[in-house]
């Protein structure tokens, strides 16, 4: 099955390969254009060609094809599909079994776990450092990162600037160029490409190992990871409203998990894949509404992969949903959040009349 799964998506890839002829992409690293914004922050923009031969041709889709179905790793094919199969379950539980309180529990957690953890936190703070936060801030962001499952956020945010540095090459962990079904889950099914490893060595990523916050999540996580993503999501229905700790297992821990694990990973696959390209045309991410309702904002990929040291990863205004942007603006009332990086206006209409699809419409 599983290799059928690897076949169709090398079907749906060279399609795509057709539709996708530029070899000119985008990263935050290192400096060569500046653009000042209104409030005096500096957002940095470094661009670089990717050669031909780091792009697959057909003999080279076939050829790692064969390699992939040799490089399975079956514990995570095992481990994934039980995830898969409990969440439905506990899907069914939820809806004719447990209390309303669990209920909206396992949202809460949901939006912790994808809002706070994963986006605002391994994503726009330590993957980019779009903004700068406090102690007492990054300790939260990484209990809600935690909370997610998703790696370390040492080894995520290592992952995803090799994603932004050689974004759909054989370096990038979830090459959309190799289908769907492997950007979409199957990159985790399957040992990382060499090239994966090779450009990921090759990355500073002393920034993170400088911050005690990434050194504590790194060296404690998998105990951590048991307490606050199955635990804790476990024992918390049950003790305050009296839910059964079979329901609240297969409810707020295990679905509560794999919806959020899915949402994650439509980013990677359907943003990747459709919608249209209002700021850079030249590049695969796109803006996607559909993902932007299951992520509650982190579906303007294409504005994120164009300008990925904004923090707020898209434009705001209008029915541009970004919840993610709320909360850090919240925390930065607060005074937890400080040194917010953005693009100026002007300057992202100048980048949409030079290298847009012409869908840009400026947000009021």
């Known amino acids: 099955m599983f290799k059928r799964c690897l076949k169709l998506a090398t079907v749906i890839q060279k399609k795509f390969c057709d ?134 956020l040492y080894e995520w945010a290592r992952d995803h600037r090799v994603h932004h540095k050689f974004g759909e090459t054989n370096a990038d962990p979830h090459n959309s160029r190799r289908g769907f079904f492997f950007s979409h889950v199957g990159w985790l099914l399957v040992k990382k490409h060499p090239d994966v490893k090779a450009k990921g060595s090759m990355l500073d990523m002393s920034d993170l190992l400088a911050d005690p916050v990434i050194r504590f999540q790194k060296q404690y996580y998998t105990p951590l990871a048991m307490i606050f993503c199955f635990i804790l999501p476990t024992v918390v229905p049950a003790i305050c409203w009296d839910e059964s700790y079979w329901v609240a297992f297969f409810g707020p821990a295990i679905g509560r998990l794999v919806f959020t694990l899915n949402a994650t990973w439509m980013i990677n696959s359907f943003a990747h894949m459709w919608g249209n390209k209002p700021y850079d045309k030249y590049i695969a991410p796109t803006e996607s509404k559909l993902v932007t309702f299951f992520t509650l904002g982190e579906g303007w990929h294409n504005y994120h992969h164009t300008f990925p040291q904004d923090y707020r990863s898209g434009e705001l205004g209008g029915t541009r949903a970004n919840l993610t942007t709320l909360l850090i603006d919240f925390f930065f009332l607060l005074g937890q959040v400080y040194d917010r990086k953005t693009v100026s206006d002007e300057h992202v209409l100048k980048r949409s009349k030079r290298t847009g699809d012409g869908s840009h419409a400026p947000v009021k």
């Open 19 to 152: 539709l996708v002829g530029e070899t000119e992409f985008y990263s935050p690293l290192p400096q060569k254009e500046q653009q000042v914004s209104a409030d005096n922050t500096v957002t940095t923009f470094k661009r670089f060609e990717v050669e031909e031969t780091d792009f697959l041709d057909k003999e080279d889709y076939e050829e790692d094809e064969k390699k992939l179905e040799n490089e399975i790793v079956w514990v995570n094919v095992v481990i994934f599909s039980v995830l898969h199969i409990a969440a439905l379950y506990g899907g069914c539980l939820l809806l004719f079994s447990a209390k309303w309180q669990t209920v909206v529990f396992t949202y809460f957690l949901s939006v912790v776990g994808g809002v706070l953890g994963i986006a605002a936190g391994a994503h726009r703070l330590w993957s980019h450092r779009s903004y700068k936060a406090k102690l007492p801030l990054r300790v939260l962001l990484m209990i809600a990162n935690t909370l997610a499952w998703q790696n370390s």
